[in-house]
């Protein structure tokens, strides 16, 4: 079975810009999460969602937003974008929500400069 | 607000040198407690489920325990191989997101 697939894989913007990320679940995975990945602040929640509804939201300012498709793939975009929006950012599936175990993705690696 | 406490922060063995990485937690309702590994440029690796007090896992070299407020990820005779960052996560029963600790970076030397 494939994995959960994330493009593009590496990415540099400048600030001000916008960006978008793409997530592709494991097949049959209905709920797909995303986190943000930084060295001082560690992994943190940004939002789930679940049948293309969004279930969950992290503490991320508004700039931060997403969908799901009703294939279960998912993006994430990131408008006006700040030095400090610099990070991996990281996609994780599971078969639904409160089926625990997350699977994630190889992540994109965002530079703002 | 859940909160996730790994220790020590790195920690570097000798091949054959078992050790133990800490995960101490607090949250209003523990649906779950999960250890990660993740490698450098890549995304976490899902090792572990522990639901309640008193649980264990194995997998190979490792042993994850759980107690009503930690958990410990236990090594024994690592190889270079399990060079890694080992990661520590706690789902609320309240909704189906991780909350995860920093993390502790594990180098074992041949």
């Known amino acids: 079975k494939a994995g959960v697939t994330q493009t593009p894989r590496y990415l540099i913007k400048t600030r001000g810009q916008q960006v978008t990320l793409s997530c592709s679940p494991i097949s049959g995975h209905r709920s797909v999460s995303w986190y943000q990945q930084t060295p001082g602040q560690g992994l943190q929640f940004l939002f789930e969602y679940f049948s293309e509804t969004q279930r969950n939201k992290g503490n991320f300012p508004g700039r931060f937003s997403g969908r799901q498709f009703s294939n279960s793939r998912s993006e994430m975009n990131v408008s006006t974008l700040e030095l400090g929006d610099s990070a991996l950012y990281l996609c994780?599936?599971?078969?639904?929500?409160?089926?625990?175990?997350?699977?994630f993705g190889p992540g994109t690696r965002l530079t703002v400069t | 607000e859940d909160q996730v406490t790994q220790s020590p922060e790195a920690l570097r063995l000798q091949e054959g040198e078992s050790s133990s990485l800490n995960c101490s937690y607090t949250?209003?309702?523990?649906?779950?407690l999960f250890w990660y590994r993740q490698d450098p440029g890549k995304g976490p690796e899902f090792l572990f489920t522990?639901?309640?007090a008193g649980e264990e896992k194995e997998k190979e070299r490792l042993k994850a325990t759980l107690t009503k407020k930690e958990s410990f990820l236990h090594i024994t005779a690592p190889k270079p191989e399990d060079s890694a960052t080992y990661l520590c996560a706690v789902m609320n029963s309240g909704y189906s997101t991780l909350t995860f600790g920093k993390g502790t970076m594990l180098l074992v030397s041949p």
């Open positions: 949250v209003s309702g523990l649906r779950g």
């Open positions: 522990l639901y309640s």
């Open positions: 994780a599936s599971s078969s639904g929500p409160q089926k625990d175990e997350q699977y």
